[in-house]
């Protein structure tokens, strides 16, 4: 036999044999449980110490199988264009944004096939304040949580009902963003350059962080060099962010 054929033979003989044990390990557990189970003399402190460790072991199991779709699955995310607009008073195009329904269809066939699903709740924290809880469940039972809570606002000229549903959609899209950490591209200023201060929706996406990591709002805005947040330029936009993620982060 070749050498390389020597190799890929161990190679494969040692992927087995980890596999294996790695199969084993649960049969194994669930044939101590169930062994103890017949037993009528079973401590029941006992048996339940080894439904606990069954209980983890599945749990982390779960948790594994979820960080490996996780890792398969953002390479494979695309960036996703800004075709959402946002008008001023006059109805001329204040800012744009990637839109829900656009980051739904680009990242729903992914998650399928990694077994990911997302579901959404929301809760009214605070009068005027909306919360937008968003839910991504991996086929093995282990998910991950992600929130926002924003004011219920919508662009000129909305009713009351658009303006929560205009919140909502935001919410949901700041949520996949964050969970899936989402890149979006285009122009936030319709051409106006890098000079141009920043849109509504990037002002709330600011907001939004304050909020989540209980920032103070003058020292913010000092460390900014801006009295408002919708002072900040576009130029500026990023480092901002950067600087409130890894707060969030910490």
Known sequence: MATQEVKETALQGASGQQLARHEEQPQS??????????????????????LDMQERYEKRQAEIEFSAAMARLMPRLPRIEKNGTIPDNEGRIRSRFARYEDIDRVTRPLLAEEGFAISFRTEEPAP????????????????????????????????????????????????????????????????????????????????????DTKTDRKRFLNWAQVTRIEDILEKNYQTAINALMAKKRQ
């Open 29 to 50: 557990i669930l044939a101590v449980i169930a062994r103890a189970a017949a037993d009528p003399h079973i401590d029941v402190s006992k048996m339940q110490a080894l």
């Open 128 to 211: 005027g304040m909306i919360r937008v809880i968003g839910t991504l469940a991996h086929r093995m039972g282990h998910s991950r949580e992600s929130s926002v809570t924003v004011p219920i606002a919508a662009p000129p000229k909305a009713t009351g009902t658009q303006a929560v549903g205009s919140s909502v959609s935001y919410g949901k899209r700041y949520v996949v963003v964050n969970m899936l950490n989402i890149v979006t591209v285009g122009e936030d200023n319709d051409g106006q350059g890098d000079s141009a201060p920043i849109g509504a929706d990037q002002v709330l996406t600011i907001e939004t962080l304050l909020q």
